[in-house]
């Protein structure tokens, strides 16, 4: 699987109550909770991200609470992938579980700026700042894994098996 879009670019400790904050969890709608996506840190996020796009970030991505909904809320904002130094792993238990692609690479997240294109390969491992033409190296998903996003995450990939 491959992914392009244009960079969105958060620095370190991005919690999940920034991703989406508390008060509009009366909501388990995607639709509704995206309205409000990254608004406390970015409050044009939601006006600016178009599918395909990427976030990049620094350490920690998604720490606080274990709410599924960050991760949903940036997937149905349309964000293709997630790009960190390292993520809270409850967040990325949760981002794999809803078919959010993440990737670790601390190069990568330092380098890409906000606005940038960005490419990502995901069957390689390879991320492309299509910019400045570098090329980085993260860890690739596990097959088994691959098959879990393939599939739109973990409940989609067991109804489909």
Do not use: W
């Not at 009366?26 to 990427?54: A, Q, T, W, Y």
């Not at 940036?74 to 078919?99: D, L």
Request: net charge negative; charged share 30%; hydrophobic share 40%.
């Amino acid at each position: 699987m491959k992914v392009q879009g244009k960079a969105f670019k958060y620095a370190d400790n991005v919690d999940t109550d920034v991703i989406i904050p508390a008060r509009y969890l009366n909501s388990s709608d995607p639709d509704e909770l995206k309205k409000h996506c990254m608004e406390d840190i970015d409050k044009d996020f939601v006006d600016r991200v178009e599918p395909g796009d990427i976030i990049a970030a620094g350490k920690n991505f998604g720490c606080g609470s274990s709410r599924e909904h960050a991760p949903m809320v940036i997937k149905a904002c349309g964000v293709s992938c997630v790009i960190a130094e390292t993520f809270a792993r409850i967040f990325y238990r949760n981002a794999v579980n809803i078919g959010l692609p993440l990737l670790e690479c601390k190069e990568a997240a330092d380098a890409i700026q906000a606005g940038e294109r960005v490419s990502v390969d995901f069957e390689a491992g390879l991320i492309k700042n299509e910019n400045t033409g570098k090329t980085y190296r993260a860890e690739k998903y596990p097959p088994f894994m691959r098959r879990i996003m393939d599939a739109g995450g973990l409940v989609e990939y067991i109804i489909k098996k």
